[in-house]
């Protein structure tokens, strides 16, 4: 036997028939109308908030920051005074890296050893030590690979 389950299980008729907004329910639009209506809305909008910026709004103060190049171009950019943060360094248009006028080259980030690994393992193995390793680095990964396949 298939018992075929209705449920009545109405929402209330209360939640249904609460207006959303508190007798400011927009008007029925019609087809076409409401595009209109909110085209010319937009446009109103837009008109009173480009006079109040020209009239209250002063643009944004700017200052301008010169960056050297080590090939002696100078970049000078214009910041808003309230940027918070101007960059020491600039990409000059030749492409090397322009500072910033009377400020410190920050320092080179720690993780870029002006040593590579390469090197510091040269000063405490031989060639003939490496390749020993690396026999043995190899024939370890070749039995791994065995094992996983
Ligand atoms: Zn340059």
Do not use: N
């Amino acid at each position: 036997m298939t018992a075929i389950v209705v449920h009545h299980h109405a929402e209330p008729a209360e939640d249904r028939l609460r207006p959303i907004t508190d007798g400011l329910r927009p008007e029925a639009p019609r087809q076409g109308g409401i595009t209109m209506a909110e085209g010319a809305l937009r446009g109103t909008r837009l008109g009173t908030t480009s006079y109040e910026s020209d009239e209250h709004v002063e643009p944004a103060e700017r200052m301008v920051v010169h960056y050297d190049c080590p090939r002696g171009h100078v970049t000078s950019v214009p910041f808003s005074v309230e940027a918070e943060e101007i960059p020491v360094l600039w990409e000059c248009r030749c492409g090397a890296e322009a500072l910033r006028r009377d400020f410190a080259r920050p320092e080179p980030k720690p993780e870029r050893p002006t040593r590579t690994h390469w090197d510091m393992l040269l000063e405490r193995r031989t060639i003939a030590d490496l390749e020993e390793l690396l026999d043995e680095r190899l024939t370890l990964l070749h039995s791994t690979q065995r094992k996983s396949a």
